[in-house]
Structures are given as structure tokens and as C-alpha cells.
């Protein structure tokens, strides 16, 4: 397949250091249902005066290379979709996903947003946020926020604002939060008639570099495990992950431009969301990672890096 031709070409995806990209993908299957300055700091007293400044890396095709954030947005607005990765806590994290969405949606009229942090079956209540019906406390309740995504609400609440106060289309990506963890227990077939309904269309295992850095994953992992002792099964959960958030972008996408909210290590490297929305849909796309968990700095990790020095 084409994005396996593509995957192929990247070199050492079986560093160490390039494998803390997925320890929090792990982690949620195991316990779980040039420096340019371009300003995300906070820049209050003392404080900001001894902070240093964000830095955005463009990995390609002269990279590594500093850029201003206009530079990237010019080359963003460009692709159909863009996904903004996070670490899940980093306040900084979401106001750069909120900046990026902000700058695509002055380019982008028809800009849609979609987010890892609610599944499928909540896309009615997504709808109604958009569309102003509900206001954050009916939200909180019907989206059963803290049952499901358990985040703090306020990391996320600036990009919700956002898309509630503009009308923008609102897609829940992920497949329903308890399945996967099943998945890496007790293997596909074990799911319930019911839980199988929200399995994707296409499940791809056929990547052998996907596997092989999710193996090194896995036995990096596994002394925290209990019942979790059957790779195939781990691999199986996240292979079902990737592709119902890839299927998801693809349905959603039509003739629109979509930024993606995500986490980090669905998209290092590519081969998770990234490659597997293309193959459905041949939609250009962009990746930009914050504060990967790897210093390299090149084009086989994402198209843009975004280092930050603020929580």
C-alpha cells in the first residue's frame, strides 16, 4: 500500500528515544477504561523576563529549521488537514492548539475541528454545542465529560469556547473509551455484539514498523501489566484506536479543511491518524507535535515541532 511504501522509507523507528512517543498511548490501554520566538509564554513579571521563548522547528526540506508561526500557518493553510498533538496535561499545549485553530479558521471559513477527547456515539451532543443549544454545564453532563475523557475541562475549554462562540463543526473521533482497553485484554472476539458496532471498517496491523515500535512499547511496559500478557492483543487495541480517529476524518472531511486535536502519539512518526486518514481520503495533510518525547529534530517524526517553556 501506498502508505506503507511511505512508512518504509523512514529510518530508526526503533530508538529508544523516539519510543516515549507512545508511553502515554500505553499507558492509557494498560490503566485505562534556530529558535524562533513566536510568543505562548506568559510573559507576566519577573517571571516571563527569565522564561525562555517557544521555538517552532520545521523538520523539512531544508530542516532542522526555526520559523516564525507565520511561516507555518502559510504552509498549514495549504494542507486539508492539520493535526496539533498534545500532552494531555500541558496548558501550554492547548493554547497552542487554539492559536493554530484560530489562524486556519481566518484562512478556512469551512473549518472543522475534530477531537480524540470524546467518542463517536456523543456526536449529537457535539452538534448542539456548536449550534449554541447547550451552555458548559449542560455540556459537562451530556458529553458525561468526566466519565469518559476525565481531563480537566478547563485545559480544554478556550478551544471548545472557540468553537461554540463561531459555529464550527465539532467531530468526535475516538471510538467508545472502554473498548480498546478490552481489546488489549481479552482480544477482539471477546467484545460484546454491541461494542463491535463501533469497530472501524478497515483494522490495519500490516505496517511492520508500526509494529515494531509498538513492540518495544509494549516490553517497555508490561511489568505494570495484569491479564495484559498477549502482545497481539495490545497491538490489536491500538490498531482499532488509530482507525476508528482515521475513519472518523475521513467521514467527516468532504469537501472542508479539518485540524485535528490529539495526542502526541497518535501521530509521531505518522504511521497512527495520519497515514491512515490519507489512505481514505489522499487529503494533503500537516503534523505538528508539542514537546514530542524525543530530541530529533527530522522530517520522519512530523512536519513541525513545537518545543515550548511554559507548563
Known sequence: MKSAEKMQAFPNRRSGTAARGLVVLAAALFLSAGCAAVGDADRTGDRAMKQPKDRIIRTAPRGPEPVLFGEMVDDLAGARVVYVGEQHRRVAHHRIQLRIIEALHERHPDLK???????????PVLDDWSAGILDPDAFLKASHWY??????????ESILRYVRENGLPLIALNIPFHIPPKIAVGGIDTLLPDERRYLPGEIRTDDPEHRAYLE?????HRAMLKGRDDFENFYMAQNVWEDVMAETVAQNLNDAHMVVIIGNGHIQRRFGV??????????????VLTDPGTDLET?????YIWRTFSP
Open 274 to 287: 495520519p497515514e491512515r486518514a490519507h489512505d481514505r481520503t489522499g487529503a494533503d495533510y500537516r503534523t
Open 147 to 156: 466519565a469518559n475523557w476525565k481531563f480537566d475541562y478547563e485545559l480544554y
Open 216 to 220: 518495544d512499547v509494549y516490553e517497555a
Open 299 to 303: 522530517p520522519e517524526i512530523g512536519d
Open 113 to 123: 475541528v475534530g477531537m480524540e477527547m470524546f467518542s463517536r456515539p456523543y456526536q
